[in-house]
């Protein structure tokens, strides 16, 4: 069982930085394969990253790549992500999941992961 929360949402405008942080519960957090999702107002949830465990090997969606950076910490069981050159349309809730076990190609599916955040509110004014 992992819980998570997530923080530093908050309100910035276009071109300013946020940091976002998921702190996991659990001693094998290094096993889980570790994912941030957003939901828009109206929208369907939203791939945006994710690090896998054993190497940290990390992928992005084409609209926050160059912009975006995750990294985790298994020793304080977190995993951040660095949002940097903030648009409008990155207003959003994030949400940080965790599951075991994903392919590649599962990393992307909002379905393969088990366990979720309650968000966090990232606004970005124009």
């Known amino acids: 069982q992992v819980q998570l929360v997530e923080s530093g949402g908050g309100l910035v405008q276009a071109g300013g930085s946020l940091r976002l942080s998921c702190a996991a519960s659990?001693?094998?957090?290094?096993?889980?394969?570790m994912g941030w999702f957003r939901q828009a107002p109206g929208k369907e949830h939203e791939f945006v990253s994710v690090i896998s465990t054993s190497y940290g090997d990390t992928y992005y969606a084409e609209s926050v790549k160059g912009r975006f950076t995750i990294s985790r910490d298994n020793a304080k069981n977190t995993v951040d992500l660095q949002m940097n050159s903030l648009k409008p349309e990155d207003t959003a809730v994030y949400y940080c999941?965790?599951?075991?076990?994903?392919?590649?190609?599962?990393?992307?599916?909002?379905?393969?992961?088990?366990?979720w955040g309650p968000g966090t509110q990232v606004t970005v004014s124009s």
């Open positions: 659990g001693r094998t957090f290094s096993s889980y394969v």
């Open positions: 999941a965790a599951a075991r076990g994903l392919t590649v190609q599962s990393m992307r599916v909002r379905q393969s992961y088990n366990y």
